[in-house]
C-alpha cells in the first residue's frame, strides 16, 4: 500500500515536517537527495519552500517538476526516528 502524506511543514534548512494517513509523522533533511537537474533548483531556499503536496498522488512536489515518492518519504522517516 502506497503511503498517503497528508501534512507538510518546511523547517530550518532543507528539513521539512511529514504527517502520514497512519499517523507516523517526523522531521526529514532532504538535503543529500537535492542533487541532479531537477533537484538543484530546490538548492535555493525560496523554491524548497514552494513545495506542496499533490491532491492525487498524495507525495511532495514542486512547481519546477520534482518530486519524491511517497515510499521513499515515509522509508526515510522512519528510518531517521
Given at each position: 500500500m502506497t503511503p498517503?502524506?497528508?501534512?507538510?511543514?518546511?523547517?530550518?534548512?532543507?528539513?521539512?515536517?511529514?504527517?502520514?494517513?497512519?499517523?507516523?509523522?517526523?522531521?526529514?533533511?532532504?538535503?543529500?537527495?537535492?542533487?541532479?537537474?531537477?533537484?538543484?533548483?530546490?538548492?535555493?531556499?525560496?523554491?524548497?519552500r514552494e513545495v506542496q503536496i499533490h491532491p492525487e498522488l498524495h507525495t511532495l512536489v514542486w512547481p519546477n517538476g520534482a518530486d519524491f515518492a511517497p515510499e521513499f518519504l515515509f522509508e526515510t522517516l522512519r528510518r531517521a526516528a
Open positions: 498517503k502524506l497528508l501534512e507538510v511543514r518546511t523547517l530550518t534548512g532543507y528539513s521539512l515536517h511529514l504527517r502520514f494517513a497512519d499517523g507516523t509523522e517526523g522531521e526529514i533533511d532532504l538535503a543529500a537527495e537535492l542533487w541532479g537537474p531537477v533537484f538543484e533548483p530546490l538548492l535555493d531556499p525560496e523554491r524548497f
